[in-house]
């Protein structure tokens, strides 16, 4: 009886497991899109409507689901609070501080300093210049990530199971 | 003077005007200083000047001083607070909340308006584009921070001089006098008079045109006027004169055109055309008298063509608003016992 709830409980666990590594390879290529949208949208406030960034980034976290709208709203938090921090500033900070809820990679962090260090800091057609090699950049990352996701998803989806069922048969 | 405060008076002791328009563009530093001066010296701060590389400095009811970390006031400008390269960086983001791009327009005036209708002067270099024409400032290092204070009642002096006092009806009328004489005050209370109905108790509330160029009369702050200017009035903000006046005239149907310094050969075109239209208009010039309008060749068209019929002339003689003197149409005095008053 024992070892059955003992099996039991390796096997859910490392299906869990599985599925959690599964699941950071379908959210990486999708918070990617959500940076691109995201700086697409910033595109629009600067250009047509030259909007402040604190009023732009509050804007963008409106629109995106957690955790890249919540990065935009700490941006936008950390602009406002009166220490005068320059775009790269609060950019910087808010990716350190959202680094666990973000599953990048380390090229995926890259794309997003450089970017950050150009925030605010030109006049519009310079800004904007940057927001589309920002945009290349991280659909680049994006399209690599789909592959990844592609190749490891399903593999970890049941790698996962088999894993647990394996180390259960040797248990038995 | 009368300083206006938004909020209740048991508070007007912290300086509202102070703490929450003018410090929240402080960085942290400098904040601290300006607060901590005496609370005389603080009351009475009219500009701070923040140079890269020189001390932080301030001027009060007509003084100066330079003020140290420690919020202490020195005529030695040794003593101030040096302002580095830290103190000039968050300045500007929070000035400009950190979107340089926002301010291209204002960057190319050389001056931007915070929440407040307080006016930030800079200077830095200068940057220009192929034909050498100026496309806006790079690396700004000088801000001036010049703090607006509402004075109610500037124009309760001459009131009754604006009025025709058998039709009840608003003089044409031009405000002169040089720079920093309380010209654009005086014109911004004149405006609410007349939008508040309270100018003269003869003369009922006027719907109100500000035509505000170079957003200084109303101050606007991305579009919405900083100054209580009355229940009447509209105001086209960064619109140039000319233009502006006609499409007020088209789309709002004022009483009052009311602009601020008039000087360009189309001004004065259309300021006779809102005349004709049988619009009221007031308006400023910069100029130390009458024999400015009489030889200034936009002013002397508007002058033989009796645009006006009230010329007001300011100067600083005993502090700002100082009314020198009130001359009718044909540039005579206008005896009304208002010499008393002045």
Known sequence: ?172 | MIVHNRLHPATLDLDPVLRDQIAPVLPQRLRQAVLSLPDDIRRQIEEVRIRLGRPLQIYYGGREGFVTLAGSLSSRAEDGHLIDDDDIAQTLNLMTHSSLYALEEELRRGYLTIPGGHRVGLAGRALLDGAGQLRGLKEITTFNLRIARDVRHAAEKIRHLLIDSTAYRLYNTLLISPPQCGKTTLLRDLARHLSCGTLHPKLPPQKVGIVDERSEVAASWRGVPQHDLGPRTDVLDGCPKAEGMQMMIRSMSPHVLVTDEIGRPEDGAALLEAIHAGVHVVTTAHGFGMHEVRNRPVLRQLFEQGAFHRYIVLSRRRGPCTIEGVYDRRGERVQTGSESHV
């Open chain 1, 1 to 172: 009886m024992f070892k059955l709830v003992g099996g039991l409980l390796i096997l859910a666990a490392s299906t869990m497991a599985g599925f959690r590594m599964a699941n950071r390879y379908a959210e990486r290529p999708k918070q990617l899109r959500q940076f691109v949208s995201a700086l697409k949208v910033l595109e629009t406030e600067i250009f047509y409507a030259a909007t402040p960034l604190p009023d732009a980034c509050q804007r963008i976290a409106a629109r995106l689901p957690a955790p890249v709208g919540e990065f935009f709203h700490k941006i936008s938090d950390k602009l406002r609070d009166g220490r005068g921090l320059t775009g790269d500033g609060a950019w910087q900070e808010a990716l350190d501080e959202m680094r666990s809820s973000l599953v990048l990679k380390d090229g995926d962090r890259d794309v997003l300093r450089q970017f950050g260090r150009t925030l605010g800091v030109s006049d519009r057609s310079d800004q904007i210049k940057h927001i589309h090699l920002g945009v290349a950049h991280l659909t680049a990352e994006e399209a690599s990530a789909r592959e990844d996701q592609a190749r490891n998803e399903k593999m970890w989806r049941y790698l996962g199971a088999l894993v647990g069922l394996a180390v259960v048969i040797l248990l038995y």
